[in-house]
């Protein structure tokens, strides 16, 4: 049981660098940034997970500074910092608790006709601490990732427009804890279809329906794969200042499964 608990962290840390590149993918393009403009974003995701009595949740703020360097190609760089809290029954309650500060870089290249892809790499430093029994054990490790993301939006009429969207990520973990020490490789497939609203000029609405698999366990019932829904909005103050929030919701996933993003974005 413990070596599953530990494997769960594990692949919350390797498959970050996919959520962290789809973070910077969608800020830069919200913004729809012109040659030699900057784009400045912070970031906050709440995940909150839980299937009987077992809770997984994790909250993640980045902040981001892309780059448009000419008409189809940005580059940004981001700081970061996640946090993941594991509670695992019966009580008391064995508890477990993940801190990692990632830095990385990510790349877009637009192809044209509604076309992009992208690349990142991410580097994590983990950081755990767990405790069963009244006994605390800490371990410590460290994480790389490298991301690759298409997308295609094909306009249906003056204000709807539907985005399909695949990517996959490789991450290779090294984790030591008093006793145990391993390393472990982690392939993660995403792939998304959204339907999007032009409402007015300043306000797009989304909706949609994300998958997700792996080559290990991603869910608190053993899956290796995950489906959510997914809504969105994407509202401008001005010309350079945007929000954009999100909201995921596992379907046949655990007993609650729910993801909410805001992304706060300022052009110069």
């Given at each position: ?25 969608t800020n830069a393009k919200a913004q729809s940034l012109q040659p030699g403009e900057r784009l400045l974003a912070f970031s906050y995701t709440n995940l909150q997970r839980e ?118 990520a490789v991450s290779k973990s090294e984790y030591d804890t008093p006793g145990i020490s391993n390393s472990s490789t982690s392939i993660r497939y995403d792939g998304s279809l ?75």
């Amino acid at each position: 049981m413990i070596t599953k608990k530990r494997q769960l962290s594990r692949s919350a840390v390797a498959v970050c660098g996919a959520v962290l590149f789809s973070t910077i993918f969608t800020n830069a393009k919200a913004q729809s940034l012109q040659p030699g403009e900057r784009l400045l974003a912070f970031s906050y995701t709440n995940l909150q997970r839980e299937d009987a009595g077992t809770e997984r949740n994790a909250d993640t703020a980045i902040i981001s500074y892309t780059y448009q360097r000419t008409t189809q190609m940005a580059f940004t760089g981001y700081i970061g910092q996640s946090r993941t809290e594991g509670i695992f029954p019966p009580t008391p309650a064995d508890r477990q608790e993940t801190d990692n500060p990632l830095v990385g870089v990510g790349m877009t290249y637009s192809l044209g006709s509604g076309r992009e892809i992208g690349a990142s790499l991410i580097y994590g430093d983990i950081g755990e601490e767990y405790t069963s029994g009244g006994t605390t054990t800490r371990g410590d490790g460290d994480t790389l990732t490298a991301s690759l993301r298409f997308s295609q939006t094909i306009p249906l009429s003056e204000q709807v427009f539907l985005t399909g969207a695949v990517s996959g990520a490789v991450s290779k973990s090294e984790y030591d804890t008093p006793g145990i020490s391993n390393s472990s490789t982690s392939i993660r497939y995403d792939g998304s279809l959204t339907v999007g609203y032009v409402a007015t000029p300043d306000l797009v609405l989304k909706a949609g329906i994300h998958r997700a698999s792996a080559n290990n366990v991603i869910t608190i019932t053993g899956d290796r794969g995950l489906t959510r829904g997914k809504i969105g909005a994407i509202y401008r103050f001005n010309q350079d200042t945007a929000i954009a929030l999100n909201w995921m919701e596992g379907i046949g996933a655990e007993d609650t499964h729910q993801r909410l993003q805001i992304n706060l974005m300022r052009r110069f």
